[in-house]
Structures are given as structure tokens and as C-alpha cells.
């Protein structure tokens, strides 16, 4: 027979002490379970993502189809208001205002009836101020005026108005060869002067006279006007 022999109990160390269960814990899942449930969570989370996704592009498509639709919409009536509107202006109605606005060839013919004895005054003053300035006389003033009546324009040498022109230059000379000048032109004819002084600068004070004729008469509806030199 063995005998066995027992330790002593610790005297500091009480029954229940003695008796009591350790709490172990202890991962004992397989790698393999353990990675399967990870996957199925991001897998989850993939979906979760993707879902939302398709959803925002649905709505942004929904509300790009319904701004779509309006402009369509909104091009269609202003289409039909724009055919509407052309379609009143072939009415007789406003056929003559279209003509009109349009620059129409009844409104040319009109204007060109109505200004057939149009003078253009800034063209005539140019040709004589480019005479003055080709042979250096300085001109002080230019007054005029037309004809009582200014309806005999069928001849080349018919006369509309007169003109006054007052100047000045260095001598005589100067001013026998403007008045030349002015001789040669078409638009004015019968070059007179009337006075020619010498003033206390030393020049010559002038004046004179010049005849407009009918081929001063231009304008946008009727001729050309000529340019300075022609």
C-alpha cells in the first residue's frame, strides 16, 4: 500500500479561493471562417457603396431628363411664336411696314423721288476747303444759299445757289491762281471777286463769288458725290 502525502493548505488562501474555476479565453475558429466572414462584410459594404452609386446617377439622370424636357418645351413655343409672327407679316396688314423696315424697293424709289435735288454741302465745302489747301490760301468764311427755285436740274449748267467766300493770302498771285482753280471745277462755276485788300499782317485779304451748279447735286439715293480733287 501507497502512501500518498498531501500538501498543506496555504492557511492565507481560503476554501472558496481554492475551489474557484479560472476564465480562459481561447480564439479556437479556424483562419478559414474567420476570413469568409471578413469577406462577406466588405462584400456587403461593396454593395452597400455600388447601390448607392446607381442610385445618385438615377437621380441626377431623372432631373437632367426633366430639364431636357422642359427646354424642348420652351424651344417648341418660342418656335411656334416665331412662325406665328412671320406668318402675320406676310398679311396685308403689314406687308407695306415689312417693305419698309426691309429697306424695300418702294421706299428706295420714294426717297429717291423726294431727294432727287439733294445737295450735300459738307461734299461742296470740301472740294473748295482742298482747292484753298493745295494753293495755300487760308479761307476765313463761307456763306450760301440756293436758288428761289431749284427745279431746272435737266442741264449740266443749270444754276441752284450761290456761294461767298472770304480768305486770305500771301499776294496776288495766290489769289488769281485759286480763282483758276475754281474755274475747273464742275460743281461750281463763274468764279468772281469782288474785293482783294491788303490788311495790316502784310496778306491779302479777298472775296469772292462762285455760282453752284447742278452737278453739286448727289447724295445716297440719287448719284455719287465726287471726292476733293475730282
Known sequence: MTTTALMPVDPSVSPQQAARVLSIRADLLPPEIRDGRRSRKVRSLIAFVVLLVVAGLGVWYW??????QTADEEYEQMFQT???????????E????????????????????????DLSWTNLLNLIQKEAADEKVELTEI????SAENSGTTS????????????QADNKKIVADYVN??????????????SVNKVET??????LTVTVTSEALCGRFTSDCPKAGE
Not at 449740266?156 to 445757289?161: F, L
Not at 502784310?202 to 472775296?207: E, K, Q
Open 143 to 146: 456763306s450760301g444759299g440756293l
Open 202 to 207: 502784310g496778306r491779302y485779304a479777298f472775296s
Open 63 to 68: 432631373q437632367a431628363t426633366q430639364a431636357k
Open 156 to 167: 449740266d449748267s443749270s444754276t441752284i445757289g450761290t456761294l461767298t467766300i472770304s480768305g
Open 94 to 117: 403689314l406687308k407695306a411696314l415689312v417693305e419698309y423696315q426691309d429697306g424695300g424697293k418702294l421706299l428706295n424709289t420714294e426717297l429717291t423721288a423726294i431727294l432727287a435735288d
Open 82 to 92: 416665331l412662325t406665328r409672327t412671320r406668318a402675320a407679316q406676310k398679311t396685308d
Open 181 to 194: 482753280d475754281l474755274g475747273t471745277l464742275k460743281h461750281v462755276t463763274n468764279p468772281f471777286v469782288t
